[in-house]
């Protein structure tokens, strides 16, 4: 069982190592290999988890393809790398998409659906998610009444911040997060009525989004178990945490351990990464409708 912590190229430097993905300059393209690092509370843990950049890479490719009327994505191919990368592409292959460069919007264009992580806690203090006011004496994992926009601002490292939609506003200008709201809702939307079908719930998750000559570019990762917070639908029960097909699994290992959530993120037992790899493979062949490749 292949898995890969880091790339390394002879010769070749990425351009970026993100909290998973490490990021090749091609010029007006990108390269982005997803690697099996796994973050969680921005924190990047010492133990990777096998198939897990294969699973978003390939889930990604999924999500892009099927919603690709709603918005373009930046997604050039998958399958054949540019000089020198084609010496690798045993190691690229089914982990790696070549992209269109944008300019990435500075927030991340969070959709909920459900009460549950940040979302709750913000709840809990304030009534409110994001100062988004919302109905009094919902319990965590509740339905919303509608889903909600939550942009947040990117960290490069440390922890991403909540924000209001005039906060992101104030970021992007007026008319382009008003843009990206009603696209964020439509994808997700769209999104968590085909997983319904499934058998799964998709709680929330995020996007990002780029321009390109002025238009509006779908990047990054889609709808991933990274990105979302999967539960499957025959085990919900709201009033409480929920059984997931993402990392929560290991957030909530973290949390019993009582970690202090700040380097060094401690090392994953076996059972753990065992169990989160096969949730992240679960999630892709229920959604896909077929085994990971």
Not at 242 to 268: C, I
């Amino acid at each position: 069982m292949r898995v890969l912590r880091e790339t390394q190229f002879a010769g070749l430097t990425p351009a970026a190592r993100g909290k998973v993905r490490d990021i090749y300059d091609l010029g007006d393209k990108l390269l982005i290999v997803a690697t099996d690092r796994l973050s969680a509370f921005d924190i990047i843990l010492p133990t990777p988890i096998p198939d897990k950049g294969r699973v978003l890479t390939q889930l990604s490719l999924f999500w892009f393809r099927l919603l690709e009327d709603a918005i373009p994505n930046h997604v050039l191919g998958a399958t054949d790398f540019p000089p020198p990368f084609d010496k690798f592409k045993d190691e690229l292959a089914g982990r790696s998409m070549v992209v269109r460069k944008t300019q990435p919007l500075p927030i991340e264009c969070v959709v909920r659906g459900y009460v549950s992580g940040s979302g709750w806690k913000d709840y809990r203090t304030t009534g409110k998610i994001c100062g988004i006011p919302l109905p009094t004496g919902l319990s965590e994992s509740d339905r919303l009444p509608e889903p909600i926009f939550t942009p947040a601002t990117k960290a490069l490292s440390g922890h991403d911040e909540n924000i209001s939609f005039d906060r992101a506003a104030s970021l992007v200008g007026k008319e382009l997060a008003k843009k990206v709201r009603a696209v964020s809702l439509e994808i997700y939307s769209r999104a968590a009525a085909y997983a319904e079908q499934r058998g799964i719930i998709l709680a929330d998750t995020k996007f990002e989004f780029g321009l390109l000559h002025n238009e509006l570019i779908w990047i990054d990762e889609a709808l991933t178990p990274d990105s979302s917070r999967f539960w499957p639908a025959a085990h919900y029960s709201p009033r409480g945490p929920q059984a997931s097909f993402d990392k929560q699994f290991v957030r909530d290992y973290l949390e019993r351990m009582q970690w202090p959530k700040t380097p060094p993120g401690p090392e994953l037992p076996p059972e753990v990464v065992e169990a989160t790899r096969a949730k992240y493979r679960e999630a892709y062949r229920i959604l896909a409708g077929r085994e990971l490749d």
